[in-house]
């Protein structure tokens, strides 16, 4: 009975190893298939070393106590400064794309990306394996043409605005002056004015006003540049419509 006992737990504990070591063995495998599967989409020659550099700096940044602003920033700087392989900046780049984080950092260096674009163009990588690359460059420049198109039709608007205005200012100081000029001098110079109107000269006006020829000769210049006019007789003139 006793032997009975001890073969079946021997049997129950070699059971169970031999299940740990299948599940041990299954998982070794997967792996190793993993690997392989990563190998695989790095191949063609390509230095594997620096790809497991970049996971290495992936993981590096997210151990780290830095802000999530801040390894977002460093990893895209990384893929961006780091990496030498196109194809592994190929790979790269989708991982910030996975992240959320390629929009932001292709429109924040378009430059970059267009000239990257540019360099996947002219190597043995297969053309679908850029193109959401090309898509988002195309989407994006297209939204930034947008923008320029629409300040720049409210820049041309509000430079129309502004001559509009300045028009209608001309010809509103043109029109009050094509009126008379006598509202726009002064009590003084509208006494002068309207004493030359009725012919008198200018000792007679300084007589009248009780005021000095050198006063009288300074508020005529005043009138005449204020009716932009070149003299006695142009002013007679205009507010006459004879001269004398």
Not at 9 to 28: D, G, P, Q, R
Not at 80 to 102: E, H
Not at 214 to 228: D, E, M, P, Q, R
Request: net charge positive; aromatic share 12%; proline share 1%.
């Amino acid at each position: 009975m006793k032997r009975v006992f001890k073969f079946t737990h021997l049997f129950t504990v070699a059971f169970l190893l031999l299940a740990i070591s299948f599940t041990y063995a299954k998982e070794a495998t997967f792996s190793l298939e993993q690997i392989e599967v990563e190998k695989d989409s790095l191949s063609d020659g390509l230095s594997v070393q620096e790809w497991k550099k970049f996971k290495y700096f992936e993981d590096q940044l997210e151990a780290s106590t830095l802000s999530a602003k801040e390894k977002e920033s460093q990893l895209a700087g990384y893929a961006r400064d780091s990496l030498n392989i196109l194809k592994v900046k190929l790979v790269a780049i989708k991982v910030l794309d996975q992240k959320n984080l390629l929009d932001r950092d292709i429109a924040e260096n378009i430059a970059y990306y267009t000239s990257l674009l540019a360099d996947f163009k002219e190597s043995d990588i297969a053309p679908r394996e850029y193109r959401f690359l090309e898509e988002k460059l195309a989407y994006l420049q297209q939204e930034a043409y947008g923008r320029e198109l629409y300040w720049s039709r409210g820049l041309n608007v509000g430079l129309a605005l502004l001559v509009l205005f300045l028009g209608l200012t001309m010809w509103y100081q043109y029109s009050k002056r094509k009126k008379g000029g006598t509202p726009q001098l002064s009590k003084q110079e509208t006494l002068v004015h309207g004493l030359i109107v009725q012919g008198k000269s200018n000792k007679e006006i300084a007589n009248e006003l009780f005021i000095s020829l050198s006063t009288v000769k300074s508020h005529i210049t005043s009138i005449y540049g204020k009716l932009n006019v070149a003299g006695r007789q142009e002013l007679l003139k205009n507010s006459t419509g004879t001269s004398t």
